[in-house]
């Protein structure tokens, strides 16, 4: 795995945002450093819609923020003195129940040595009931390091 090439999963959130900023901060002015922005998209769970219509808007306002995000993220990279060449921007929808399972068959699939994420700041009842993407990359990764940016 090369450390150098860094995925960083985004949500559109602040903790995603600081996580961002953070990576750049510590890779900015670097050679050989390639930085993926990954953003996984989750279609809406159905329970929660009754028509497929808006099932289809949904999602499609979903990829738009996911989009802008990345735009943004992109742009906060370059300010920090990452060349925009070596940054890809990325959405992808979920392939699994589990985020942290998606960004981490990317990871290995594709040679990433570093993974960097927010902590989103659950609460010990919600991380305990539902999980909490940080919590699972950090017990489940492999061959890699992976950076917790709070």
């Not at 922005?37 to 929660?48: F, G, N, Q, V």
């Not at 306002?61 to 993220?73: L, T």
């Not at 960004?103 to 993974?115: K, P, S």
């Not at 017990?139 to 390091?145: I, P, Q």
Request: hydrophobic share 40%; with cysteine.
């Amino acid at each position: 795995m090369d450390f150098k090439k860094i995925l960083v999963a985004v949500d559109a959130s602040e903790n995603a945002r600081r996580a961002v900023s953070y990576t750049g901060e510590i890779v900015g002015g670097g050679k050989g450093f390639r930085i993926t922005l990954l953003y996984i998209a989750r279609p809406p769970e159905r329970l929660h819609f009754k028509e497929g219509d808006y099932l289809k808007t949904d999602f499609q306002h979903e990829k738009k923020r996911a989009r802008e995000f990345i735009s943004e993220a992109k742009g906060l990279l370059e300010s920090k003195g990452i060349d925009p060449a070596d940054i890809e921007e990325r959405i992808e929808e979920a392939k699994t129940l589990s985020v942290a399972q998606d960004i981490l068959g990317i990871q290995q699939d594709e040679g990433f040595g570093t993974v960097v994420v927010g902590r989103r700041g659950v609460t010990k009842a919600e991380e305990f009931l539902f999980g909490s993407v940080s919590n699972k990359i950090v017990h489940y990764a492999k061959n890699c390091s992976v950076w917790v940016v709070e």
